[in-house]
């Protein structure tokens, strides 16, 4: 593995745990009010379509920072609709 496959990777370990926070506290006290639907929607829009061009890269740092991304974002979508 080369570099800057390495130093992708280590990216998007930081950027995809950076969700992890929010995702448990929303869970733990069940209130997502002051989370924006329309960003969360359109976030994982944007994240879909950068694990789609992984994918055809190759790149095994985009697609798995986007795939967990992915994933927490949908938690988030569904505690929001749960949790109006």
């Not at 006290?29 to 694990?51: C, E, N, P, V």
């Amino acid at each position: 593995m080369d570099t800057i496959e390495i130093i992708g990777l280590v990216a998007a370990t930081l950027t995809t745990s950076a969700f992890i926070p929010q995702v448990y506290k929303a869970w733990r006290h069940k209130s997502t009010r002051d989370i924006s639907l329309t960003m969360y929607l359109a976030f994982f829009i944007g994240t879909m379509l950068w694990l789609y061009y992984g994918y055809v890269h190759g790149s095994l740092a985009i697609i798995l920072a986007n795939g967990l991304t992915g994933l927490l974002v949908i938690v988030m979508l569904f505690l929001k609709l749960k949790h109006k």
